[in-house]
């Protein structure tokens, strides 16, 4: 069984940074790709970027390429997204995913984290 637990979110403004972190533990091994989901309100959930934890390919939502990246380091078992130049469409429930990827961008989550909120203000 594998645990995910993210952090970092919170309120920021527009044009602010903000990191989220996600602390993986237990069997590790089998997620190979590790990545970020986002849900606003009324909305589906979507993509966000995601990061091969052996070779650190990674890939980006069209929406979020150039602003956010994915990075991860092994030894802590942890992934990170540093989101920079925030917009309030960028405010939503960010979720941390482990699992497959079999065609880019398509993250399967087979573990799941329990999400942090962040809020951008205009």
């Known amino acids: 069984q594998v645990q995910l637990v993210e952090s970092g979110g919170g309120l920021v403004q527009a044009g602010g940074s903000l990191r989220l972190s996600c602390a993986a533990s237990g069997r590790t091994f089998g997620s190979y790709f590790m990545g970020w989901f986002r849900q606003a309100p009324g909305k589906e959930r979507e993509f966000v970027a995601a990061i091969n934890r052996s070779y650190g390919n990674t890939y980006y939502a069209d929406s979020v390429k150039g602003r956010f990246t994915i990075s991860r380091d092994n030894a802590k078992n942890t992934v990170y997204l540093q989101m920079n130049s925030l917009t309030p469409e960028d405010t939503a429930v960010y979720y941390c995913?482990?699992?497959?990827?079999?065609?880019?961008?398509?993250?399967?989550?087979?573990?799941w984290g329990q999400g942090t909120q962040v809020t951008v203000s205009s």
């Open positions: 995913a482990g699992g497959s990827m079999p065609r880019p961008k398509d993250l399967r989550g087979d573990y």
